[in-house]
């Protein structure tokens, strides 16, 4: 039986095969699926078991790998400190001059100013 089934994707491959159109976008899946790594044949799978997820039911094809992608790593919220350190790479483009920050003061403690628009 599933030597028959086998046959049948391998006519189904050969049959859908030519209707990808970009010559490149084949090579690659190919190439990552039967000369890649690991990893770059599990970002096959991984692609593949969300689109069929997302997709149209199997009418006439039972998966027999039960293969599931590893769920995301929660992410780490960053402490206070991670978050303003921007480890002094840009701290000139932020970090105001003392001229700036007078000239700031000057324009809130101004009474001319209406106080929707000061800074």
Not at 102 to 112: G, K, S, T
């Amino acid at each position: 039986m599933l030597d028959a089934e086998l046959v049948n994707v391998e006519w189904l491959y050969r049959y859908v095969r030519p209707s990808i159109l970009n010559p490149k976008t084949l090579a690659d899946l190919e190439a990552r699926m039967f000369d890649g790594t690991d990893e770059q044949r599990d970002s096959i799978k991984s692609d593949a078991f969300t689109k069929e997820a997302d997709g149209m039911p199997y009418r006439s094809f039972t998966p027999h790998d039960d293969w599931k992608p590893e769920p995301p790593e929660p992410k780490k919220s960053k402490s206070e400190e991670e978050k303003e350190d921007s480890g002094g790479w840009f701290d000139w483009i932020t970090r105001k001059t003392p001229q700036e920050e007078a000239a700031l003061r000057d324009v809130r403690n101004n009474p001319n100013i209406p106080e929707g628009a000061k800074p």
